[in-house]
């Protein structure tokens, strides 16, 4: 009977677990409903914001501009009616001076008939001389309709009808952005964004890539990246903390830019590639990615390395060579499993490396394959894959490692191939580099490009 009670009891365990999972897995589903709820309400409202307000400016702006326009269109019809009013105005003046002169000159006359004998001649002389000094027989023209400006106002009907269709398809409304961030992947202080498009009659010309920091005290979005890219590598981002990002597109032949895609969350936990401070004969930039040759020393300096083991295999680490002066064969850049101090070359044992003349050292060894010498602007890049594990055995010892790696070093438009045996396992590597002269002024900057699958 116990038997049967203690399996009736395990089995009410379980169902109690089962049932503690299935309500959390629901209420997580409703969680993730509420979620979505309220990215629609929310979206929903925002867009409804933005409509009023732009089409509240677009009546704005359009009745002011019609208000302009008729003003400018009236003050033109003042202007014709002033100055074609004036000349006429002048004719009338002169019309109405002769009037008043014609009916001063009939009173006279008028006069000069009634009065006596005895003063008749002098007032009829003085009536003849005047009549004579006003020439009555000259006349003011005055001008004929046909040649007076007969004001009208032209206005183009077809102008509602443009705005009417205009209107009609000014703006338009989307259950989604026609873009989408797809994948986030971290990368030592940086984060790679890809994103696609979800509207495939969309046409895209460029996009536009948007990041701050997250949480209340997160800083305004800052442009990224602007370009026909579908992916950017956003670098100094600080480790272990969240980021948003955001991208929009912009049509083929339209200058307004698609709604922001909805933000997604990335952050990487991986710290920034950095040379490691203090290394005498090498000054360092800021942000310690760029190392400069330091003229001071007179001595051969000592290894440059990176701050940490920072380089991953799986990646693209790059070497980027912006100032050079007098080279010498034993300078050289690469990668090695530690950083030992105090040596002065990578030509050295768990290292791999390429000399500035373009030889390529494995673990101290160079290879017959050679590839372009570095100069100003070379772009040195090393790619690691594992190949195997290997047991350890005699022969593997003797072949001096075994962990294989497979290694790609690129320069210019050539690169070289080859297997890597180091001693112990590793999953990350030092890179590093040293130069000879104090006139030599190499100076590297460097970040991951892409991801190799292993």
């Known amino acids: ?15 109690i677990e089962a049932a503690q999972n299935y309500r959390s897995e629901l209420q997580q589903r409703l969680h993730g409903l509420n979620q979505a709820r309220k990215q629609v309400r929310g979206s929903s409202g925002q867009a409804r914001e933005v409509l009023r307000r732009h089409f509240a400016e677009l009546q704005a702006a359009a009745t002011r501009l019609l208000t302009e326009r008729l003003t400018t269109l009236l003050a033109e019809v003042d202007a014709i009616e002033a100055d074609s009013v004036k000349p006429l105005d002048d004719c009338q003046s002169l019309i109405e001076h002769g009037v008043g002169q014609a009916d001063e000159l ?107 920091r997250s949480g209340s005290g997160g800083s305004q979005y ?29 049509g083929e032949g339209r200058t307004e830019w698609s709604p922001w895609s909805i933000p997604q969350t990335g952050y990487t936990t991986l710290a920034p590639h950095e040379w490691c401070p203090g290394t005498e004969g090498y000054i360092l930039s800021s942000r310690r990615n760029i190392a400069l040759r330091n003229d ?115 320069s210019g438009n050539r690169e070289v191939v080859f297997d890597w045996l180091v001693d112990q396992a590793v999953d990350c590597l030092f890179f590093g580099c040293s130069f000879t002269f104090k006139i030599c002024c190499w100076c590297f900057s460097f970040f991951i490009l892409t991801e190799t699958s292993l």
Not at 4 to 9: A, C, F, I, R, S
Not at 296 to 306: A, D, I, K, N, W
């Open 1 to 15: 009977m116990s038997a049967e009670v203690d399996v009736l009891l395990q089995e009410a365990k379980e169902s």
């Open 222 to 250: 800052e442009d990224g990246y602007i370009g026909r890219d579908s992916e950017f590598l956003v670098l100094h981002l600080d480790p272990h903390t969240d980021y948003l990002f955001r991208v929009c597109a912009r």
């Open 106 to 212: 009939l009173r006279e006359g008028e006069a000069a008939l009634r009065c006596g004998l005895g003063e008749k001649e002098d007032k009829l002389g003085s009536f003849t001389k005047k009549a004579m000094h006003i020439q009555l027989d000259s006349l003011p023209e005055v001008p004929a309709l046909v040649d007076v400006p007969s004001v009208s106002a032209q206005l183009d009907d077809s102008l509602l009808g443009l705005l009417r269709d205009r209107v009609s398809r000014h703006g338009s409304v989307s259950s989604h952005p026609p873009v989408q961030i797809e994948e986030l992947q971290e990368r030592p202080g940086s984060i790679l964004v890809r994103w696609c498009k979800v509207d495939e009659d969309f046409a895209a010309a460029d996009y536009r890539l948007q990041y701050r």
């Open 296 to 410: 001071s020393s007179q001595s051969r300096c000592p290894v440059l390395y990176s701050k940490a083991p920072t380089y991953f295999c799986g990646q693209t680490l790059t070497f980027k060579i912006t100032a050079a002066g007098q080279i010498d064969r034993r300078d050289s850049l690469g990668v090695c499993v530690d950083s030992q101090k105090g040596a002065e070359s990578l030509q050295r044992d768990q290292a791999v490396c390429i000399s500035t003349n373009g030889a390529v050292f494995v673990n101290g060894k160079e290879m017959t394959n050679q590839l372009p010498a570095i100069t100003v602007g070379s772009a040195v890049t090393f790619d690691m894959e594992v190949v195997n594990l290997f047991p350890i055995s005699n022969n593997n010892l003797s072949e001096g490692g075994n962990f294989k790696l497979r290694v790609t070093i690129g």
